[in-house]
C-alpha cells in the first residue's frame, strides 16, 4: 500500500507552507527521510523529509502555491503500484470544498488566515481586500488550489466592476485595457525585464502593507555619543573572540533595549480589542538582510535573561544561520521587540515599519564621528569628536504615546551613553 505524503506541522501556529520547489520527481527512488521537497513558511525554507522508502508516485502540490497543514502532497510506494483515488487534491479530499458565501471578516480577524467551512482558505491579504471593498467573495472564481481565492482573482475582479456614482453624473474611466491607457502609464515592454516575485519578497511585502494598514505608525529619533560602547567593545573584543564570539555592536543595541523594555514593559506589547497584551519574556527580533533576497527577522528569545556575551552569541548564531538559509520556522516566531541596524549600509536615520504584531521598531543609524559640544565642569563649553548616531523609534499610537515613547528612547540613548 503506497504511503500519504503529508504537510506537517512546521511549528506552533503555523498553518500553511508555500512550495518552493520538489527536489525529486515522480520515478525517483528515495530512501526514508530524503528531503523531497522544499517549502516556505515565514521567509524560513524548509525540506520535507520522504515518509518512506520506495518511488515517488505522485506530486500534487505545484512550485508557489500555498498549502496548508495536513494537504496531501503525494504518494510515495513500490514501482508499478497505482497511487489510490485520482491525482487531485480536492478528490482526495484533503481541502474543504468551495460552495457558497463568506460573511465580511472582522477587523480583528484580518490579522490572522482563515478557513471558512464554506470558502476554504482566505490568505489576510484577500481578507483585507474583501472587508475593504465590500467585496462578496461568493462571487469571486478562485484559481488557487482547491479554489482558493488568490489575491490575483480579488484584483481582478474589482477591475472589471464599474464605479457607483457618488452624484447625478456618473464619472467614467478609461479601460485599464486601453491603448490609450497603457501608452500612458506603462513604458514599452521593450523598455522593462520582469523579475518574478520570490516568496520571500511576497511575504514581505504583504507583511509590509498589513502593518501599515493595520497601525497609526509614529517615530520619534534621538541621538547618542557611542564613545563609552566603542571604547568598551575595543577593550574586550579580544576576550569574546576567546570564546568563539564576535562581539558587534547590535549585541549592545539588544541588551541596552532590555534596559529600556524593563523600565517601560508597555513597549513590550501588542494591540487587542480586549486590551494591551503586555509579554512577559522579552524576545528581541533582529532584521537580518538577505541581499537581494529581502530581510528576515531572527528572534532572540528571553533576552531579559542574557548576558552581553550571551546576547553576542545568539547574534552571531542567528545571523549567521539567517544569511544561510538554516533557521528553523520557531526561530523566527514570538517576537515581542525588533531591532533593524540599517546603519551598517551607512544610512543615518530611517523610519521603519512596525513589525507586526508588536508595538515598536527601533531602527539604528551609522556611527559617524561628528564635532559636537560637550560641557566640561571646570572648563565650561567645549567643541569635541564624538562617534555619533542616531536612533529611531517607530511606535503603534494607539498603544503608546509620544511622551511613553520619548521615555524609552532616552533610556536606550541613556544605557549606551553611559555603558560601563
Known sequence: MPTKLIMPLLGEAVTDATVVKWLRSIGD???????????NTDK??????????????????KEGEVIKVGTLLGWIGQPGEAVPGENSLEQQGELPQVTTSLPQPAETDLLQPTLHRELGFISPVVAKIASEHNVDLSKIHGTGMGGRITKKDIEKFLEVQKPSPISSTPIT??????????????????????????????AIAEHMVLSEHTAPHVSTIMEVDMTRVTTHRYANKENFASEGVN???????????????????????????????????????????LGEEGLIVPVIKHAENLSLLGI?????????????HKLQP????????????????????????INQPQCAILGVGVIQ??????????????????????LSLTFDHRIIDGA?????????????????
Open 44 to 61: 524560513v525554507d524548509t525540506e520535507i523529509p520522504s515518509p518512506s522508502s520506495g518511488v515517488i508516485l505522485a506530486e500534487f502540490a
Open 173 to 202: 474611466f478609461p479601460s485599464p485595457d486601453s491603448t490609450s491607457v497603457r501608452s500612458e502609464v506603462y513604458p514599452s515592454e521593450s523598455a522593462f525585464t520582469i523579475r518574478p516575485q520570490t516568496t520571500i519578497r511576497k
Open 312 to 324: 553576542a552569541r545568539l547574534v552571531n548564531d542567528l545571523s549567521i544561520r539567517a544569511r544561510a
Open 369 to 390: 564621528k561628528r564635532p559636537v559640544v560637550i560641557s566640561d565642569p571646570t572648563m565650561g563649553d567645549l567643541l569635541a569628536i564624538r562617534p555619533m548616531m542616531y
Open 404 to 420: 511613553i515613547a520619548d521615555y524609552f528612547l532616552a533610556r536606550v540613548v541613556d544605557s549606551l551613553k553611559n555603558w560601563s
Open 29 to 39: 527512488k528515495v530512501e526514508q527521510y530524503d528531503p523531497i521537497l522544499e517549502v
Open 330 to 353: 520557531e526561530e523566527v516566531k514570538g517576537g515581542t521587540f525588533t531591532i533593524t541596524n540599517h546603519g551598517v549600509t551607512g544610512s543615518l536615520f530611517a523610519t521603519p515599519i
Open 247 to 289: 562581539l558587534t555592536f547590535t549585541a549592545y543595541f539588544v541588551s541596552a533595549s532590555v534596559t529600556a523594555l524593563k523600565a517601560y514593559p508597555i513597549v513590550n506589547s501588542s494591540w487587542s480589542e480586549e486590551g494591551v497584551r503586555i509579554f512577559n519574556s522579552i524576545n528581541i527580533g533582529m532584521a537580518t538582510a
